[in-house]
């Protein structure tokens, strides 16, 4: 069964608009991680921003922000006024038993291709 | 510091030869993943371990795919014999316990023809 979702496989958007990209995942532990990586043309995984499933506040990083809601378990990305250079492919990830003596896992959606429009 | 070290970045070769991909994780850290990547299949998770232990290979595709962790410093993906199917490229991530981050490789795009 598919743990982490991503429904929208690509979205297209105008530059200096704010872009959301979709995210649910299906967990039964009560300890996880959730991840957001950028990988643009040349390949590379750049991480952009993880939210414990104990924190409280939503994480955010520089434009990147993560609303987490977790009775719901999801974890959108919010890209705050989009760039040329956000064009990219998108992937959310999770990361399952945090908790000592348990082995950590983590798994990829199929991702998102974001395209910013001039 | 140096970041996770794959290798090599590129490789073509021909159905029916042996492939070895091999990666060099951050110095420390518990946890090492192996992931394929396909335009179809996305990123999967072939296997994992932790502290040189396989955790999780459920994710190898069959039986002509093995990963060995002999020490805390070094990896290997190995296919034998190898298929145009295989064609991918290959990620190798590593990280510690619990971390809110997993530092990837530059990947190995493998070619079979």
């Known amino acids: 069964a598919q743990k982490i979702t991503q429904t929208q496989p690509g979205m297209f958007v105008q530059e200096k608009e704010a872009v959301t990209l979709d995210c649910t995942y299906d967990?039964?532990?009560?300890?996880?991680?959730l991840f957001w990586y950028k990988q643009p043309s040349s390949g590379e995984m750049i991480f952009l921003i993880y939210?414990?499933?104990?924190?409280?506040q939503n994480a955010t990083e520089g434009r990147y922000s993560l609303n987490f809601q977790k009775a719901r378990k999801s974890a959108n990305l919010v890209i705050s006024a989009s760039q040329l250079g956000d064009s990219a492919m998108y992937f959310c990830?999770?990361?399952?038993?945090?908790?000592?003596?348990?082995?950590?896992?983590?798994?990829f959606g199929k991702g998102t291709r974001l395209h910013i429009l001039p | 510091d140096a970041g996770v070290i794959q290798s090599p970045r590129h490789e073509v070769t021909e159905m029916g030869q042996e492939v070895t991909l091999r990666c060099k994780p951050i110095?420390?850290?518990?946890?090492l993943f192996w992931y394929r990547q396909t335009m179809m299949r996305g990123l999967e998770l072939l296997i994992y371990?932790?502290?040189?232990?396989?955790?999780?290979d459920s994710g190898m595709p069959e039986d002509r795919f093995s990963a060995k962790m002999p020490n805390a410093s070094f990896s290997t993906l190995k296919i034998q014999p190898s298929e145009p199917r295989d064609s991918a490229v290959y990620f190798c991530?590593?990280?510690?316990?619990?971390?809110?981050?997993?530092?990837f490789g530059e990947g190995s795009r493998l070619t079979v023809l």
């Open positions: 967990t039964s532990d009560q300890s996880y991680g």
């Open positions: 990830a999770m990361r399952e038993a945090l908790s000592m003596n348990r082995d950590d896992k983590i798994i």
């Open positions: 371990f932790n502290n040189n232990v396989p955790i999780d």
């Open positions: 939210q414990g499933s104990y924190d409280e």
């Open positions: 110095s420390g850290h518990d946890y």
């Open positions: 991530a590593s990280t510690p316990q619990g971390a809110g981050e997993l530092f």
